[in-house]
Every structure is written in C-alpha cells, then in structure tokens.
C-alpha cells in the first residue's frame, strides 16, 4: 500500500466517521421532538375517538402482543396487530371502554394505523387514522368522514364492505377505486372488535385491568 492510498483512506475514514457524528447528533436533537408529536397525536386519536376520558394502558398479561396475536390469527387477522390498547375511564373512575391502536399490513402503501374506541357494550365510537400513505385521490379518500365515519356508533361482531351500497349496519360502502385500502381499513376495525371481544366487551361482566395512567 503506497502513501496515498493511505492518505485516501484516512481521509475516507474521516468523512465516514465525521458524517456518523453529526448524524448522531441530528438524532438525539430530533428524537425527543419527535415522539412528543406522536403523543400529542395519539392523544388527539384518543379523545376522537373517546371524548372527555381518561386513559390507562393495559398490563403486557393482558394485551401482551403474543396473546392478542393468537387471537387475531385464530380470528382471520394475521396482517393486523393490536399496537396497544388503553382502558377508558370517566372523571369518576367508571368504566367505558376500550382504546385500540391497530395496524393494517394489507394497506396499498404497505400498511395502516388506526386508533378505535370500543364501549364496554361493544359498540364502536369511531376511528382515528394514526397513518395512512395512500394514493391520493383513491386510498387516501378513507381519512374522509363520509368514509370512516360509516363505523362510528354501531355494534356489530364484525364489519364487511360492498361495492353495492350498504343496507346492513355492518356494511360498510367501499372506496371507489380502492378496494385494497377499504379491506385494509375493515380488516383493522375487525382486529380490534376482535380483541375488545377477548378482553370481556359486550359481556355481562368485565375485569377491572391494571396499567399506567396516560
């Protein structure tokens, strides 16, 4: 190995270990800004979609990722995951439901987040997207009311779409042109009816569950 190439290779070393350097840096200056936005977003999803209440995350026993995704694939929905769910309370502790945050791996883009709130009679509030990268004018139609709120303020054990026009409460009208994102979007509502039915929604009686205060 000659002078020079050393001399390149030290001066490549330098630039790699330079530019590591003020990536990390970029990283640490971000990082905290950014999972601060996905809060507030989050938090916005969450009284969307459950207004005025308080939320507590649920204990791992109990929405532990593993256990709710035997559920979901024992149920038909082994592209959704359960992300986290969230006991919703009143200001005087009573009960009224549940916070899911599911993702759609069947959307066009790739995949789909969604927050949905469940009444502990299983009736569905409604549902905040949390992601969507869609194609506009087709996918991306679904954040419009006249879509996502065809879910909202009905109980059903689950929903499915038609391109026929809905009759049934648990029908739901499908995106023109984007069918892909309408099964995405039904398939991650369903998720979560799927799990708030495991944890006791609609039942006679539902265990009080544990966790961390939001």
Known sequence: MNKQMIKDSLILFAITLIAGL??????????????YAKKVKEDNAFQEVFEGAAFTAL??????????????????????????AYL?????GEQ????????????????????????????????????????????????????????????????????????ESYEIDALSGATITT???TNAVNAGLKAAQYLGVGSETTEENGGVTR
């Open 59 to 84: 204990d791992e026993d109990v929405a532990g990722a593993e256990i709710m995704a035997n559920v979901l694939a024992d149920a038909g929905y082994p592209k959704q995951t359960i992300d986290a």
């Open 183 to 185: 099964n995405a979007v």
């Open 22 to 35: 003020l990536l990390g840096g970029v990283y640490e200056l971000t990082k905290n800004p950014i999972a």
């Open 96 to 167: 009224l439901g549940y916070v899911f945050v599911v993702t759609s791996n069947e959307a066009y883009g790739g995949s789909l987040q969604i927050a949905m709130g469940v009444q502990m009679d299983g009736t569905l509030n409604g549902i905040s997207f949390l992601t969507l990268e869609e194609t506009t004018g087709l996918g991306m139609e679904a954040k419009k009311p006249s879509f996502y709120t065809q879910f909202s303020g009905k109980k059903v054990e689950q929903f499915v779409y038609t391109k026929s026009g809905a009759s």
């Open 88 to 92: 919703a309370s009143n200001a005087s």
